[in-house]
């Protein structure tokens, strides 16, 4: 069946099909037919053959029972020679009853006799009969009437006869009857394809002008129809077939009249279509172009806002410095929370949306986690002073201190919840409890929990914190400002960092904020086991509970002979007892223990007991005693860190001493002067630089060109010279450099190498083609690594490379090296001159100001911009301290002109974040 | 075929039982003389036999004899009483014969339907027992007559005899030479070829002549005897209807009713008195059958039966028995 219909599958014409239709069966018919009756009379002939065999072999043995009786052989001869003449007989042999032959005749002998009565052995028959011997009865009764008579049997074997037949007659006689057959059949079958080519073409003939007619119907000639045909079903067909062709060529008329009327239609609406498509295309140009102003509108808002904050935040912080009247320093300080605030929001914002489109990727790399832990505190550190606030931050000492994952974010989940705590805690304590619960030794799951003794919060309220721009009450949104989405952010970031954010809050009781994230750990390595251990004996005093137990797990890492007291007069009988010898007295000061007063009682009372070193931890940022003051002196050995402390410089300071290292606090180590923003807070950098001036000017008289595109690094550079003595020319590129060396006497040249118009390269060269300036100490300042082969045959020009960012004391020392004062000048070597320091806030407004410019090139897709301000920025960038935005600016630096725009606007996302840790930093 | 045989045997028995209950109605009627049929078994022969016998009592004779018919090998106690109490014992066949003169030594037997050669054996066991026999055997002289009557020119008979019929070669050989006709005989040993001895008998004769012998013999030569006649084309006289069945041109035998009948008269004849012993007696009645085709071969188409019977009694002038039988049964085929 699958094959008939594979057959038939093949497209082959109906002529065909009904052709092989009507064949196969008479083919069959045919053939079985044929097939059957010669085989059958093959048969018979043979069947014949065998049965006149057995008869004659029969007959023969019955005639020659005698002779065989006898063993009359030539009776037997005789019969056989009459035998012989028979057809087919080959042979005739009378055989012993043990099998011998007796007699034989013909031309075939040694047949081996058979019990079958029909053998056919080598092209012959054998027909086999046994010859026996029967007695005759003829007594009509017993004549003896002799019981013991003994009966004959009834039968005697006297022999075998063996008729041998040639079959050469039947094989002809059955060839002669294939051939017949083969014959009949081929006459047959021609007989039967003749027949079905007429039947075939009966069928087809019809049905191919049928198709014809159809075909032409379908190829639209509807004037067509079938010819008159034979045969009553075809002839129907053919009526049947006209009949629709008639119809469908007038439905077809009136189908193409609609078909007109509908075209006029269609060809109007297709008119309105097309214009509303180009209304809508406009529409989506527009919108695109919308959707591409919103974007550009959010980055350039975002630096418009950003840049003028930055300003005022900055402008806001130097007019406290005025000498301003006490209102005016409250106006001051509102304009600065206000705008910290609205920072805040943009940021906010920012994230928010980031977050929305999915656009933020969580990056992994190694952080220490206790002191991410300690900047986000110090960061608060301030806020929590002003509002009398401590800040306690507590890290299980099993929790890992490097771990992998994205510092930033993970920063700024925490920042939210201890931002947010402070906020709405105005009295008590916020204390940062991190815990681990284990899931791996590759991963842990940081349990952290911001306690606060804040407002709290009702239970109806908890939930809708999540909700994004949603607040407790408007009371909360016009008391504590803020744009509702913190808590969103954060819980979306943990939720992408495998964990989530939620508070426990009881009304008027304090707030819990609980955060779990996971993170991957980096090593084991705790910070105890760096500290050598020792049997210091160290008394601790705070009166907050919270913040004791923070100084007691900090000592714990230095010494565990520990004695806590939490009143001074616990203290002072402490103290005052001399039972135990203690090593040192940390003095954990509160907010409103940090007054002059309060402070020189406190002092006073433990050195009126001990001459003990005292370790100050202070809540404030400063303490109310001038350094080096003959009061503070009197308190020695003293030292001070302020609260919540860092443990490592914490323990450093301790460290000290107890081994007598006396520190000073206005002259911090190099390791602490680069250390955070807190810190900065603690050193004024205002101060150094007062310090220096008047002192010792290494480049005092030297007259110095510098040529720097960069106005912030120009203004720097020029400031630094100047504070060294230097009288500078400043020019903003080569093409100034070169005018203005004309102009002016100069001993020395500084070049930026990366300058519009003419380069540092080509500035030098042409400097060192004027007479005036051909000895002239030209000093080039990259921020390409100044070892980079490919600079090194170019930067021969130059007397001496210096890297950006500046490092004063380096870049005073080179510079000075080329400087030969007068006699009448004094010459100080620069290690110990004072340093200049920019403000933090001048150089971050720089930082925006090249970060706006690349964001705007990027925005344009001016792969040179980019480039020029990237180079820029990566000049006044710290490796140490912006180490991110740094790496940015080097990506930036070597932007290829085919980067994709989603790469280009990942590299700006990351670089905008960091840019926005920045300003949340302040 | 055993229920078969066992419903034959039934009938018999009912047939056997139907004669007795005949006998002693007669009995009842004629008590004078009383005799015992004695049959060793129920072959239909012997009671054929018996029948006739009984049956040959017709009306108007004046002896009053009773038959008793007695199965003798399952004779019981009264069977054997009623034969001690009968004046004599007729037995049919050879068995009966034998058992009657060793069951019943002291009672005179009759033997019927018995052949010539077991009459003389019986004779040699048991001498001066046997008052009288009817033999199955047909007399010499009539054979040889009979022969003469086929073929006027005849003057040579071939004769192949085994053990007993070789018995009778003498009483042939005397017969031919009073009808001058030559014996061509020969004994036939065991181990000789038959039809190697009769070939020449039968190719040196002009008619040939079947004596009846042992079963075994009679059945072996037969064959051989019918198709040599053929071959040599001699009519062959056998002596039994089968004979003439097998290919045989024609048989002289007597039946067993007209055996029967004789016996009664032997009966009869002791009942009367008579004194003069005769050993035996050969048939006085016979028949001659003839087979048509076999007779058209051989060119004897005209001889007829009946004919040949009646011309075959008219020669016998002088009776081979002491009384002569007056009706003589015919019977053609």
């Not at chain 1, 079959?167 to 081929?186: H, S, Y």
């Not at chain 1, 921020?783 to 045959?793: D, Y």
């Not at chain 2, 109605?25 to 129920?42: E, G």
């Not at chain 2, 004769?205 to 005897?225: C, E, G, H, M």
Request: aromatic share 6%; proline share 4%.
């Amino acid at each position: 069946m699958t094959h008939m219909n594979i057959l038939f599958s093949k497209g082959w014409k109906i002529r065909h099909k009904v052709l092989i239709l009507a064949i196969i069966p008479l083919f069959l018919a045919t053939s079985l037919l044929t097939g059957y009756f010669t085989w059958i009379r093959q048969a018979d002939t043979e069947a014949f053959f065998v049965r006149q065999g057995s008869h004659m072999a029969n007959a023969l043995a019955s005639v020659s029972e005698l002779y065989m009786f006898s063993g009359d052989r030539q009776a037997l001869l005789a019969l056989s020679n009459a035998t012989l003449k028979e057809q087919d007989v080959i042979a005739i042999n009378f055989l012993n009853p043990d099998g011998t032959v007796l007699s034989h005749t013909g031309t075939i002998i040694g047949v081996t006799p058979s019990f079958k009565p029909v053998n056919y052995q080598k092209g012959m028959w054998i027909f086999q009969q046994p010859i026996t011997y029967s007695t005759l009865e003829v007594d009509d009764f017993d004549y003896n009437d002799d019981p013991d008579s003994v009966k004959l049997q009834g039968t005697v074997q006297l022999g075998w006869v063996q008729l041998v037949f040639s079959e050469t007659r039947l094989k002809n006689q059955q060839q002669a009857i294939l051939v017949t057959g083969a014959g009949i059949a081929g006459a047959g079958l021609v007989l039967a394809l003749l027949m079905a080519i007429s039947f075939t073409r009966g069928i087809s003939r019809p049905l191919s002008k049928l198709s014809k007619t159809v075909e032409q119907l379908e190829s639209g000639n509807l004037s067509a129809r079938a010819p008159e045909l034979n045969g009553d079903e075809f002839k129907i067909l053919a009526l049947g077939l006209n009949r629709m062709a008639e119809k469908i060529e007038q439905a077809s008329a009136q189908m193409q009249q609609r078909v007109d009327e509908a075209t006029l239609q269609l060809k109007g609406t297709l008119g309105d279509l097309e214009l509303r498509n180009q209304q809508l295309e406009q529409t989506g140009t527009e919108l695109m172009a919308a959707d591409q102003a919103k974007d550009e509108f959010l980055a350039r808002m975002s630096h418009e806002l950003r840049t003028p904050l930055t300003s005022i935040l900055g402008y806001s912080e130097l007019i406290e410095r005025l000498g301003l009247s006490e209102q005016q320093l409250e106006f001051n300080q509102i304009i600065r929370q206000s705008s910290d605030l609205l920072l805040s929001v943009i940021n906010d914002l920012l994230d928010f949306s980031k977050l929305r489109s999915n656009a933020i990727e969580l990056e992994l790399r190694p952080f220490q986690l206790e002191e991410c832990l300690e900047n986000i505190i110090a960061m608060h550190a301030h806020s929590a002073f002003e509002k009398g606030l401590e800040l306690v931050l507590l890290i299980e000492s099993d929790v890992p201190t490097g771990v992998i994952g994205d510092s930033l974010r993970f920063s700024q989940i925490i920042n939210n919840l201890v931002s947010n705590a402070i906020k709405f805690t105005d009295q008590g304590e916020v204390v940062l409890l991190v815990s681990r619960s284990g899931l791996s030794q590759s991963e842990v799951q940081l349990n952290i929990r911001v306690k606060d003794s804040g407002i709290g919060l009702k239970a109806e309220d908890q939930e809708g914190l999540f909700t994004e721009f949603s607040q407790a009450d408007s009371s909360i949104t016009r008391r504590f400002g803020g744009s509702g989405l913190g808590l969103v952010i954060a819980r979306k970031l943990a939720e992408l960092m495998g964990g989530d954010v939620y508070l426990e809050s009881t009304w008027q009781k304090g707030t819990e904020a609980v955060c779990h994230i996971q993170l991957s750990v980096e090593k084991q390595d705790q910070i105890c086991s760096e500290m050598p251990d020792n049997d210091d004996m160290v008394i601790i005093y705070d009166r907050h509970p919270w913040a004791l137990r923070e100084l007691r797990h900090t000592v714990l890492k230095w010494t565990t002979h520990i004695v806590t007291v939490n009143s001074l007069s616990s203290l002072n009988h402490r103290l005052s007892q001399h039972e135990i010898d203690y090593s040192c007295v940390i003095v954990g000061l509160s907010a409103q223990e940090t007054e002059n007063e309060h402070l020189a009682s406190i002092l006073l009372q433990i050195r009126g007991l001990c001459d003990l070193p005292i370790m100050l931890a202070s809540a404030t940022a400063r303490l109310p005693l001038q350094e080096n003051s003959i009061e503070w002196n009197k308190y020695q050995p003293i030292d001070f860190i302020s609260k919540p402390h860092r443990s490592r410089l914490f323990l450093e300071k301790l460290s000290r001493l107890l081994l007598g290292t006396h520190m000073t606090l206005h002259a911090p180590t190099q390791e602490l002067k680069h250390d955070t923003a807190y810190d900065k807070a603690a050193w004024n950098p205002a101060e150094p630089l007062s310090a220096a001036t008047g002192k010792d000017k290494p480049l005092l008289g030297c007259r110095i060109l510098i040529a720097e595109d960069n106005d912030f690094n120009r203004g720097l550079i020029t400031h630094i010279l100047q504070e060294a003595g230097a009288i500078v020319v400043e020019t903003t590129n080569g093409r100034e450099a070169i005018e203005a060396s004309q102009k002016h006497q100069l001993d020395m040249v500084l070049l930026d190498l990366n300058m519009p118009e003419l380069d540092g390269y080509s500035t030098a060269r042409e400097l060192r083609n004027q007479q005036s300036a051909k000895e002239t100490p030209i000093i080039a300042i990259s921020a390409i690594a100044p070892n980079s082969k490919s600079l090194s045959t170019q930067l021969d020009i130059f007397d001496a490379v210096l890297a950006k960012p500046i490092d004063q004391q380096k870049f005073i020392k080179t510079l000075s090296g080329y400087w030969s004062a007068p006699l009448t000048m004094a010459k100080t070597t620069p290690e110990s001159g004072p340093l200049f320091q920019v403000s933090e806030q001048a150089l971050q407004a720089e930082i925006l100001r090249l970060t706006e410019k690349i964001k705007v090139a990027a925005a344009h897709m001016k792969p040179d911009q980019i480039r020029y301000y990237a180079h820029q920025l990566k000049g006044i960038l710290s490796p140490k301290k912006y180490t991110g935005l740094r790496e940015i600016s080097l990506k930036l630096e070597s932007y290829p002109d085919d980067m994709s725009i989603e790469q280009t606007t990942e590299l700006i996302a990351h670089m905008e974040w960091f840019v926005g840790d920045l300003t949340r930093d302040n | 075929m055993a229920k078969s045989q066992g419903l034959a045997n039934r009938l018999r028995a009912g047939t056997l039982s139907f004669c007795l209950l005949f006998l002693l109605v007669a009995n009842n009627c004629i008590a004078d003389y009383s005799v015992s049929i004695v049959l060793s078994d129920t072959n239909p022969v012997y009671e054929k036999v018996a029948r006739s016998i009984v049956s040959s009592l017709g009306a108007g004779q004046e002896e009053s004899i009773v038959y008793k018919t007695t199965l003798i090998n399952t004779a019981n106690k009264t069977d054997i009483e009623s034969i001690n109490q009968s004046h004599f014992i007729v037995a049919i066949g050879a068995q009966a014969t034998h058992q009657a003169l060793l069951g019943f030594p002291e009672k005179p037997v009759i033997s019927s339907f018995v052949s010539l050669s077991a009459l003389e054996k019986l004779q040699r066991t048991y001498p001066d027992k046997l008052l009288g026999a009817v033999v199955l055997d047909q007399p010499a002289p009539r054979l040889l007559q009979l022969t003469r009557l086929i073929n006027p020119q005849l003057s040579s008979v071939g004769l192949l005899t085994g053990l007993q019929s070789n018995k009778r070669i003498p009483e042939l050989t005397a017969a031919g030479q009073q009808l001058g006709i030559q014996l061509n005989t020969k004994q036939l040993e065991p181990t000789q070829n038959p039809v190697k001895t009769l070939e020449p008998i039968i190719a040196a004769s002009q008619a040939y002549l079947v004596l009846p012998d042992k079963a075994d013999f009679n059945r072996q030569t037969a064959k051989w005897i019918i198709y040599l006649s053929y071959r040599y084309r001699i009519p062959v006289i056998g002596y039994s209807s089968r004979y003439v069945d097998a290919g045989a041109m024609l048989s002289i035998y007597s039946t067993p009713e007209q055996i029967g009948a004789q016996t009664d008269e032997l009966v009869k004849s002791w009942a009367a008195g008579a004194t003069e012993i005769q050993k035996f007696q050969y048939p006085n009645h016979f028949v001659i059958r003839l087979n048509n085709k076999v007779k058209q071969s051989l060119g004897f188409s005209k001889l007829d039966a009946e004919l040949l019977a009646q011309k075959l009694m008219a020669m016998e002038i002088e009776p081979y028995n002491l009384k002569q039988q007056d009706a003589t049964q015919k019977s053609t085929e």
